[in-house]
């Protein structure tokens, strides 16, 4: 044997026997039938060979056909993906890109630049944007206005979005290419709302002003005035704890209602119409609430003052029905010894909808042991909310989601350690449990400075009658 043959050997047997086929001197001493195998493994040993190679030039081709749409531009867009600054030549080159896809950029921006990142495991967009250095508002903003045309919580790791900044570094919208090949983006326009566009084209929002008179209740009058169930459903969670919608409104007293709805170019009606202004008037007063999303992307319903209504946290999430078992002490159920009970239970059928007993923001979402699947909601510094058992989550929600009191953030369910669907409901003051059935007020919210600054523009931009009153 050669030097060559030896190692070769010892290399692996099948490059031995590669080797081996190119020597005619092995070829004299085979018999016929172990010619004919050879052969045979020979062939085998040709078609992998065109297969790896057809497989090496096909994928990329393929690849390229199907993450890049053959139009020029778009080709053209994905070489200017970097994450260095670009040359003013190409800079110049993306906005003509940008003009040509219709994308509602600042006119007066000089210099665009984009930068390409790709979403981290266990991150959300509006988390990838504020990696980014995007302020939280825009960081909202932004990735609230393309759940409008694309459901972020399928996005992967690794997706990739182009993020673009003015020349002050100021965010001013993103595209993405999905799975699907499709690229949809979200762009700021003069007045500082991302407007999402997709295939079906952009999205619109128009403001609806409806106007009405109290006959016999303000559901009736609502409707007779052409407004939405669905913002009627607002007013009323708008005003809740102020007004008496049964016993303060009497017949003749106007009232006037400003809301938001998102329309494709096509006309299509997208995303939950928003309640933006409401004014009613009462045998006691004239209510004007202004809704207002401050920087930190708290959502709320504000007086002409710039103050929210103080509220109170429900003590029957699920209404007038019966308790199973109260705050205190008890037998447990299945446990069969005596325990705290730490909330109260309210029996329902599995699947009843769990309302949040109070606006705040979700800073548990999950299994937690004997609750079964478990929310708690933090209202303010000293009071949260739990539930526990339900069946289901409004899947809407994570850890760090705002929710508006009276919002269905779940469903009842018997989940944990439970005999029956029921809702676990306990109210926490101070990290300690305190019986439901009380009263608690969550004090007033007073916007100030920079914040109340915005609530004027933004009051105004939507009811342009409105005036900052003076205190007397
Ligand atoms: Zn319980």
Redesign the pocket.
């Known amino acids: 044997m050669f030097p060559l043959s030896r190692f070769l050997k010892k290399l692996h047997p099948l490059i031995h026997r590669i080797y081996l086929f190119l020597k005619p001197a092995y070829w004299r001493l085979r018999t016929p039938a172990q010619k004919k195998f050879d052969i045979k493994l020979q062939y085998i040993f040709i078609g992998c060979f065109i297969g790896v190679l057809l497989t090496a030039l096909i994928i990329p081709a393929a690849h390229h056909l199907i993450s890049y749409p053959t139009d020029e531009t778009q080709a053209h867009f994905s070489d200017l993906i970097t994450e260095e600054p670009l040359s003013p030549e190409k800079t110049a080159d993306l906005k003509e890109i940008s003009i040509s896809d219709n994308l509602l950029l600042n006119e007066a921006e000089s210099q665009i630049i984009p930068i390409a990142l790709q979403l981290n495991k266990n991150e959300t967009l509006s988390g990838l944007l504020t990696r980014a250095n995007v302020n939280i508002a825009d960081a909202l903003a932004a990735s609230e206005s393309l759940t409008l045309i694309t459901d972020l919580r399928k996005l992967r790791p690794g997706q990739s979005f182009e993020l673009y900044f003015n020349e002050d570094n100021i965010f001013q919208g993103l595209k993405m290419e999905m799975r699907s090949g499709e690229v949809v983006s979200t762009f700021k326009n003069k007045n500082g709302d991302f407007i999402p566009q997709s295939k079906e084209g952009k999205i619109e929002t128009r403001q609806i002003s409806l106007e009405g008179v109290i006959q016999s209740s303000f559901a009736a009058a609502a409707k007779e005035a052409g407004v939405p169930n669905i913002i009627t459903q607002q007013v009323i969670r708008a005003l809740d704890g102020e007004i008496n919608f049964r016993t303060d409104l009497k017949a003749g007293e106007p009232f006037k209602i400003i809301y938001e709805k998102k329309t494709t170019e096509t006309g299509k009606e997208i995303g939950k119409s928003q309640l933006l202004y409401v004014s009613l008037t009462t045998n006691k007063d004239t209510y004007q609430r202004y809704y207002f999303v401050d920087g930190l992307g708290v959502q709320g319903f504000y007086n002409e003052y710039g103050e929210s209504a103080p509220q109170t946290i429900m003590k029957r999430p699920l209404g007038r029905g019966r308790i199973s078992?109260n705050f205190g002490t008890r037998i447990h159920p299945v446990l069969g010894y005596q325990i705290h009970?730490?909330?109260?239970?309210f029996p329902a059928p599995t699947g009843t909808p769990i309302p949040a007993a109070a606006d705040g923001v979700i800073v548990r979402l999950g299994r937690n042991g004997g609750y079964g699947k478990y929310i708690k909601i933090k209202h303010n510094n000293t009071y949260s909310t739990a539930y526990?058992?339900m069946n289901a989550y409004n899947k809407e929600l994570r850890v760090g989601s705002y929710v508006k009191r009276g919002e269905t953030i779940g469903y009842v369910g018997s989940t944990g350690r439970s005999t029956g669907p029921?809702l676990?409901f306990e109210v926490i003051k101070n990290n300690k449990q305190v019986n439901p059935l009380k009263t608690y007020t969550l004090p007033k919210r007073t916007l100030k400075n920079r914040t109340l600054q915005a609530f004027k523009e933004r009051a105004l931009e939507i009811n342009p009658e409105y005036i900052y009153p003076i205190k007397n």
């Open positions: 078992s009970h730490d909330g109260v239970d526990g058992h029921h676990h």
